[in-house]
Each structure stands twice: as structure tokens, then as C-alpha cells.
């Protein structure tokens, strides 16, 4: 109890309460005339134009009632309790003065844990002292709590509501910000490899045939290429203010098709044999391009990695509810526990894990390394 106490005090402010808007000038602006009316035309009101003219003068505290809500609380319903001391007879019973019930709102809505607890005892306090000196019926006592009480509860409604969307608005930004350092290590690090290993065949083979470094230069300059081409596309899905033109479109999802350009890019390490199997032709793009990062990350792992490896295979098969991908070499040593390559191996396994599917990674009994992963054939993102 101590606790929740403590964590009720301790709560802080609702985050960017909005200083004032178009319909607080209105209500204010309506507000005014409403409670001079009533001064007007209620001639049993006690001190009607003293009322009158109290009331008016307590409308514009509406303004600040998001930004200084205990402070509002106090002069609100301290001038009203204060009224029939300063005013003898005068019980300020204005209809107009119902607009009071908004800083209740606006305390539990936008106030601290402390200004909510010291702005409630205030009003709570007030009643209690109206009450004793008879100028509330038990009737208007228990209308008067019962009013108070759905105020305060709508405001602390819509703040659990704020509350709620904000932290929904954080997990998402914090998933986003993951699938990005999946995509950028998947994409842009995969290419970075694949020059770094040609560059070192190239400084390797430079001195017995020069044309090999000149070969070596044309890879690193088209992978150049197409990592810079997949850095803007990530750039302009990202950016806010995108130019003149048409929207930026994300990248195209990968294809199992695409699985052949590992194969393909083998030319300065060990060959990669690409074997699909089974009906693909149907499977939703998450799937296809969870296939494709992970083979690709894992290829990347084995050419850096696997020392002495002879030959790398990427099996794809599929069955009617899923799919399955395997990867495999025949060299010494993995992927190491940390770097870019364990953030790798952390990225399969997300991936794997937002369609409801599992990737596992590890050392085969003899020699070599195994990245083994199977994904619902009809998974989506979670």
C-alpha cells in the first residue's frame, strides 16, 4: 500500500498538455455573456450582479488549466467557498458556474500524482466545509460527490487512454528501429563483406595477374552500387519531408529466384550450391524475404567465417504448412558470440520469430556450420 501510494505521489505530469486551443477562447467567449445573462435575468440570485461578476471574473482560469491545474483548483473553488464570507447571503448559485467541474477534469487529466492529491483534498476539504456550515442539502451533498467523482474518473480515463496509446506508439518505434538494424545488416553489411573478401583476393592474386585486381575493382564497384541504391531507398522510406514528386516507395521484397545471386557471387570463395524444391510459387512476401535475408546472412557468416570451408549449400524445401532452409558448410569455426556477426545471428532469429517460425544456428558434430530454419508457410508479422 505504501508503494502504490508512493508511486501515485511520485507520478508525473501528462507529457505536452496543450497550452490553449480555438475552443477555449470559444468557451470562454460564450462563458462571459452566459454568466452576465443570468445576472440579468435571475433577480432571486443573492448579490446576483456581485455573483455575476464573480463568476466572470473566474471564467478565464479555463485557459490555464492544462498548463497550472492545482493552482486553477485552488482559485477556482477557493473564490466560490470564499464568496459567502466576502459576500453575507451570497451562496453563488449560478448555473454558469458549472464550468468549475472542468478543472477536476484537467487536475486528474494533466496534473502531477502530487497536484492531483493535494487539488482533490482541496475540493474534497471545500465541500466538507460547505456542508458543515449547512450550506449543502444531504441531496445536493451526494449529487454534488457523484458529479465530482465521474469528472475525475473521465479524466483519469483519458489519461490511462494517453498513457496506453504512448507506450503503444514506443513499442512500435522500438520494433521499427529493430527491423531497420535487421535490414541495414542484412543488405548494406552483406554487401560491405562481399567487397572486403574481393578486395583481399584481389591484393592477393594483384602480383601474378594484375587483370584479377582490375576483375576484383569491377565487383567491389557494383556492390558499391547496390549498397549505396539500398541505403537511399531505406533513406527516402524513412525521411519525413520527402521532395517534390512521387512518395517513396520501400524496396521491392526479395524473391526465392533471388536466392541464385548467392551462387553467383561466389567468385572469391567457396562455391554456394543453391538447391529449391517443393511448391514456393504462393508464399506471402514476409516469408520470401525472411527466407532470403537469413540464406544471405548466412552465406555472408560462412564466406567471412568458415576457415577452409570447400562448399556452402542453401536447401529450400517446402511442404503444405511450411517452409524449410538450410544452410550448411564444410569449414573450421562459425560465426563468433559478438560483432556484426552475432547481432547476424540475432537478426535470423527475430526474423524468424515475427512470422512464428525458428532459426537455430550451431556447429555440426564433425566440421563446419548449420543454420537451419523453418517458417510457417502462410506466416505473417506479429
Known sequence: MHDLLRSLWDEPR????????WRDWALVAVLVPLAVLEGLLRPELPWRFASAGIVVALVPILLWRRTRPLLM?????????????LLPGATLESFTLVFLLLLPYALLRWGSGREAVLGLAFILGKVALGAAAGQLSPVDLVAGFAVLSATAALGLALRWRARARQRELEQVKLLERERLARDLHDTVAHHVSAMAIRAQAGLAMAPSDPAAATDALHVIEAEASRALAE?????????????????????????????ATLAGTARSGPPVDVDITGDLGDLPPPVRTAIFR?????VTNARRHARHAKRIEVRVSADPTSVRLRVSDDGEGGPPAGGAA????VGMIERAGLLGGTCEAGPDPGRGWTVTAVLPRNGSPT
Open 294 to 298: 537469413i540464406a544471405q546472412e548466412s
Open 231 to 259: 541505403m537511399r531507398g531505406m533513406v527516402r522510406v524513412l525521411r519525413h519531408d520527402p521532395p517534390a514528386g512521387p512518395p517513396a516507395q520501400p524496396a521491392p521484397d526479395a524473391r526465392l529466384a533471388d536466392l
Open 14 to 21: 501528462s507529457p505536452h498538455p496543450p497550452t490553449r486551443v
Open 73 to 85: 483548483v485552488v482559485i477556482g473553488f477557493g473564490v466560490s467557498g470564499l464568496a459567502p464570507v
Open 342 to 345: 552475432g547481432y547476424g545471428l
